[in-house]
């Protein structure tokens, strides 16, 4: 049988399906990147503009020294990020030299591997994106056929997409993305076909995730039909909303006769250090799914639900899911059935969420969903619901947003900030707020290790500290004693 190969996404894909992109700090990255980089997988799912965005606002930790720092510990296994395109971090598009910018640092600092993502399949914007990543360096480039179900997306039509890449020299490799975990085994064995009868010798790759059961049998059956390699997540940050996990899917691979070379005992030590992890932040673990019928509908991607299920959580709302998961199917009819893939997804459901929270549909809306409506992030699958579309243009913020450009310029973003800035620092204060950036700053590089058993202890003696009460504390167990006593108050 053939090789194959696999691609891990923990820290990306799999941190961002079930711990809501905000579960790993670059200190808990570095403590396992040794051994990750040991297992035998042939790329790192690694980072995207949007986790660079978590990394700043919710640790204060550089994104740019995040992947040198890695890189240094993981000089063997290629570093890859996602992205859509001509996007970095903020909603709108932004102008290809202020890209060509991104792509250069995001190369220099040590990604080698681009899924380039194009949520409306523009074909165009997929080789304009290609041709940049590799005028600003030497990485790998692999274009992303994103799966949904609809009577336009069938095996013709990514056939035709892929094709239309495949004469590219810029696009090195093609990925099946399916981030709502829609696809089947017996779909996995017409579209795999289908794609590798038009792209020649270039690998195919498949990223399915587990969202409704489906991940891990879809993936099997995309290999048995000529995929070279699979996504997978390593133990807690597989299965559930994330892809397909790791261990199981390589013994699944080689009873089937496939060859692995993946290095069991190296897997085994990075799942436990997940594990503990896990364990010592209280973040959930992925578990496999049942069959959710549903989804064939909404199409809600795992990312987006577990995100979309803690803002429901934190402003008392947990018991209204159901109903934002139904309004979301509708939003997404509404607005002409887009691709439920960045940014996508977070337009419709936090579109949905408003509709459910003001109780009239279309009274408020995000700037995103007016841009969408306009036409700035491309063409719609179907036109926007014509009543809907009205409700949407018709107000004074949709005019205030027409007369704004369609694209962020960089002569006008070199205009805000000194010509002496550095790169990496003009394109984060470009596209978030500074004091996000100010706070990054000011912390420093992060020089702490990470310890899954220290870390209760830490978090115990923080809360304790944080109550008047506790003027002392004292911490005992055989050969160990630690004793906090508070100091007289000024």
């Known amino acids: 049988m053939s090789a194959v190969s696999l691609i891990d996404v923990s820290m990306r894909d799999g941190n961002q399906s079930l711990w809501g992109a905000t579960g790993l700090a670059t200190r808990q990255m570095l403590e396992i990147a040794g051994a990750l980089d040991r297992v035998g997988f042939r790329a790192i799912d690694f980072t995207s503009s949007s986790h660079m965005a978590v990394a700043v606002r919710y640790f204060q930790d550089n994104p740019w020294e995040r992947i040198r720092r890695v890189r240094t510990a993981m000089p063997r296994t290629p570093l890859q990020f996602i992205t859509t395109g001509l996007r970095f971090i903020a909603w709108?598009?932004?102008?290809?030299?202020?890209?060509?910018?991104?792509?250069?640092?995001?190369?220099?600092?040590?990604?080698?591997?681009?899924?380039?993502?194009?949520?409306?399949?523009?074909?165009?914007?997929?080789?304009?994106t290609a041709r940049i990543v590799k005028q600003e360096g030497d990485a790998e480039t692999m274009a992303a056929l994103t799966f949904t179900l609809s009577d336009v997306?069938?095996?013709?039509?990514?056939?035709?997409?892929?094709?239309?890449?495949?004469?590219?020299?810029?696009?090195?490799?093609?990925?099946?993305?399916?981030?709502?975990?829609?696809m089947t085994p017996e779909r996995a064995g017409t579209l795999v076909p289908a794609v590798r009868a038009v792209i020649g010798n270039k690998r195919l790759e498949v990223h399915l995730h587990c969202t409704i059961g489906l991940g891990a049998l879809a993936s099997l059956g995309a290999v048995d039909a000529g995929a070279d390699a699979v996504h997978v997540g390593i133990g807690p940050?597989?299965?559930?909303?994330?892809?397909?996990?790791?261990?199981?899917?390589?013994?699944?691979?080689?009873?089937?006769?496939?060859?692995?070379?993946?290095?069991?005992?190296?897997?085994?030590?990075?799942?436990?250090?997940?594990?503990?992890?896990?364990?010592?932040?209280?973040?959930?673990?992925?578990?496999?799914?049942?069959?959710?019928?549903?989804?064939?509908?909404?199409?809600?991607?795992?990312?987006?639900?577990?995100?979309?299920?803690?803002?429901?959580?934190?402003?008392?709302?947990?018991?209204?899911?159901?109903?934002?998961?139904?309004?979301?199917?509708?939003?997404?009819a509404d607005l002409g059935y887009p691709i439920m893939v960045t940014p996508f997804p977070q337009m419709v459901c936090s579109q949905a969420l408003f509709n459910i929270i003001a109780g009239k549909r279309y009274a408020q809306v995000s700037d995103q969903?007016?841009?969408?409506?306009?036409?700035?992030?491309?063409?719609?699958?179907?036109?926007?619901?014509?009543?809907?579309?009205?409700?949407?243009?018709?107000?004074?913020?949709?005019?205030?947003?027409?007369?704004?450009?369609?694209?962020?310029?960089?002569?006008?973003?070199?205009?805000?900030?000194?010509?002496?800035?550095?790169?990496?620092?003009?394109?984060?204060?470009?596209?978030?707020?500074?004091?996000?950036?100010?706070?990054?700053?000011?912390?420093?590089p992060s020089r702490a290790r990470y310890s899954s058993e220290a870390s209760s202890m830490v978090a115990l003696l923080k809360q304790l500290a944080a109550r008047p009460a506790a003027k002392d504390i004292v911490v005992e167990r055989p050969g160990f004693r630690l004793a906090l006593h508070a100091g007289p108050s000024e």
């Open 237 to 332: 940050l597989g299965n559930g909303m994330s892809l397909p996990e790791a261990s199981r899917m390589v013994a699944n691979l080689r009873e089937l006769g496939h060859d692995v070379a993946i290095d069991d005992r190296a897997l085994a030590r990075v799942s436990n250090y997940w594990d503990r992890l896990a364990k010592a932040e209280g973040l959930p673990i992925g578990v496999p799914q049942d069959f959710d019928a549903s989804f064939l509908k909404h199409q809600i991607a795992g990312g987006v639900m577990t995100t979309m299920m803690r803002q429901l959580e934190e402003v008392g709302l947990a018991h209204r899911l159901p109903d934002v998961i139904a309004e979301t199917a509708q939003v997404r």
């Open 369 to 444: 969903v007016i841009r969408y409506v306009m036409g700035r992030f491309g063409r719609p699958t179907r036109p926007v619901a014509i009543d809907v579309e009205s409700a949407i243009l018709d107000r004074p913020r949709a005019r205030e947003i027409e007369r704004e450009p369609a694209v962020l310029s960089l002569a006008d973003m070199r205009k805000r900030f000194p010509a002496t800035l550095p790169e990496e620092e003009f394109l984060l204060r470009a596209v978030m707020p500074g004091e996000q950036v100010d706070d990054m700053l000011a912390k420093g």
């Open 92 to 128: 709108e598009q932004a102008d290809p030299d202020f890209m060509r910018i991104v792509y250069r640092r995001l190369q220099a600092n040590g990604i080698r591997r681009f899924v380039l993502l194009d949520p409306m399949h523009d074909v165009d914007a997929v080789i304009e």
């Open 153 to 182: 997306h069938d095996d013709a039509f990514y056939a035709a997409f892929a094709a239309k890449l495949a004469v590219c020299p810029d696009v090195d490799l093609f990925y099946l993305k399916d981030p709502s975990g829609l």
